[in-house]
């Protein structure tokens, strides 16, 4: 059963339109992550929850936001998005506290801007 | 965090052990070993991790050398399915510590 779950699989959106992607989790984790990954490259960490704690990247760019209303749901957003946000967007969690932090990967949302 | 480096591809034949180098010379005492794959199309998922000693898990081995310079990821029967790229992370333990994917190293498995 899938663990951490990405929706959708895969968004077009159009140059500057607002796009949402979520994540949702079944294990409890206190952490959720977001990365961009784009073609050919590895993925890269944009931001992460630690339960209500929001923490952003230094490099992250401002059009980037996310949402964590619960424990298990957090949404990115993309306020206006460009071409060159074209991307796999990989949420992933984990349990911090332990002392050594596995992360969980979902699927990834392909999200293709025209 | 310690920068890794990782030869850019390898090939192996199904069947046979594949062995997957990682250089982590600056890695600090604390710092653990990390293997985390991603088959095309999918998310990154956890291999196995390591300090010091080797480690052994359903997966994989991770052969980490004395001086913890270097390691090796083992994966004994190679399978098709085992065709991904394969990244070795170097993180501390313990608090927030970051994941940080280097370039990895493509691995493909052919008959």
């Known amino acids: 059963d899938a663990m951490v779950i990405q929706n959708p699989r895969y968004q077009v959106t159009q140059f500057g339109k607002p796009v949402t992607l979520s994540c949702s989790q079944t294990?409890?984790?206190?952490?959720m992550y977001w990365y961009q990954q784009k073609s050919s490259q590895a993925p890269k960490l944009l931001f992460h929850y630690y339960d209500k704690d929001f923490n952003n990247e230094a490099d992250t760019p401002d059009n980037f936001q996310s949402r964590r209303p619960n424990t298990s749901f957090c949404f990115l957003d993309i306020r206006s998005p460009g071409l060159g946000d074209t991307a796999m967007y990989l949420c992933?969690?984990?349990?911090?506290?332990?002392?050594?932090?596995?992360?969980?990967f979902g699927s990834g949302t392909q999200l293709s801007v025209l | 965090d310690a920068k890794t480096t990782q030869p850019p591809s390898m090939d192996c034949a199904e069947g046979r052990a594949a062995n997957l180098p990682c250089n982590h010379s600056?890695?600090?005492?604390?710092?653990?070993v990390y293997w985390y794959r991603q088959i095309h199309s999918q998310g990154p998922q956890y291999i196995i991790h390591g300090l010091k000693n080797n480690e052994t898990n359903e997966m994989a081995s991770l052969i980490i050398t004395e001086d913890r310079k270097s390691s090796t990821l083992i994966l004994p029967h190679a399978t098709l399915r085992d065709t991904a790229v394969y990244y070795c992370?170097?993180?501390?333990?313990?608090?927030?510590?970051?994941?940080?994917f280097g370039a990895g190293t493509r691995l493909a498995v052919h008959p």
């Open positions: 600056t890695i600090s005492g604390n710092e653990y």
């Open positions: 294990l409890n984790h206190n952490v």
């Open positions: 992933a969690t984990g349990l911090r506290g332990t002392e050594n932090e596995k992360l969980f």
């Open positions: 992370i170097v993180r501390g333990s313990g608090g927030y510590n970051k994941l940080i």
